[in-house]
């Protein structure tokens, strides 16, 4: 897939918002075999568009991972109202993955490098027993978390950080340093969330944070060690990544100049 900020003569970049559900996929990235969002998606919009289109996307989500508020855009040499990229693709596209809005976009965006910003929420339930209605789209714990010392514990991840740590073994990132804006851990009866705002995230680097954060919630670990965890630049000393299930891509922010609809995340 290139990254070309110059479409092609007479090209017209297109930005769509995408919502899907993480459990009927590979993850994010084409596969061999077809069973990516992206290999899903491409299939609809050559539909649509009548010849194929390559797609960029602003943030890959792994396996199991859903998104609310997920952010693409491809070239199209063959003019089409946005409508039609929308209710058309969606036509095309399988069950746990939709359209939900289009924009015709200057040729200086780029879902990827035009992003300022990425969200991403994790939704864990605390009770006894695993969940059933929400299977696969919540995290589990089956006992209650001091949210608190959890709270306290993630204050140290604000700002600009080497997350070695934090990061799965197999990142192709060129640097493992990323600035955390924020993280907020909300509770709501038995329901937990998790929210964080990076410029940009690493591999399993949300995942492998809450993995640490429920070790603190759960008296395994003292709210300093993720400080000194972090510090450590050490994968080992880290929690093991936490399911993928809970995990959303909610938003991703960019210069209000592009005037890109907001995709509220509904659950």
């Known amino acids: 897939m290139g ?5 092609a003569l007479g090209a017209r ?12 996929f590979c993850g994010w990235q084409t596969q061999p075999f077809g069973c990516a969002v992206q290999d899903a998606l491409e299939l609809a919009l050559a539909q649509i568009h009548g010849a194929p ?14 998104a609310s508020g997920q952010v693409v855009h491809f070239d199209a040499v063959n003019a089409r109202p946005e409508s039609a990229w929308v209710r058309g693709v969606n036509s095309h596209l399988p069950p746990g993955v939709v359209v939900l809005w289009a924009r015709e976009m200057s040729n200086d965006f780029h ?23 929400l299977a696969g789209r919540v995290g589990w714990v089956h006992d209650a978390l001091d949210v608190v010392a959890m709270q306290e514990a993630s204050r140290c991840l604000i700002g600009t950080h080497d997350f070695s740590a934090f990061r799965a073994a197999e990142c192709q990132a060129k640097s493992p340093v990323r600035e955390m804006r924020a993280v907020e851990i909300v509770q709501d009866g038995a329901m937990l969330e998790l929210t964080f705002r990076a410029n940009a995230f690493l591999q399993h680097q949300i995942r492998n944070l809450v993995g640490a954060l429920v070790w603190v919630g759960q008296g395994r670990r003292s709210v300093e060690w993720i400080a000194e965890t972090l510090a450590s630049r050490d994968r080992t000393r880290a929690a093991a990544t936490f399911a993928p299930d809970g995990l959303y891509l909610t938003e991703v922010r960019y210069d209000p100049c592009h005037a890109l609809p907001e995709s509220p995340m509904i659950l």
């Open 3 to 7: 990254h070309s900020l110059n479409p």
């Open 13 to 24: 970049r297109i930005a769509l918002g995408l919502e899907y559900d993480g459990r009927v």
């Open 53 to 66: 289109l390559a797609t960029i996307v602003a943030g890959r989500t792994d396996a199991g991972v859903h």
């Open 111 to 133: 879902a990827r490098f035009s992003a300022l910003e990425r969200a991403y929420s994790y939704r864990l339930l605390m009770r006894p027993v695993r969940p059933a209605i």
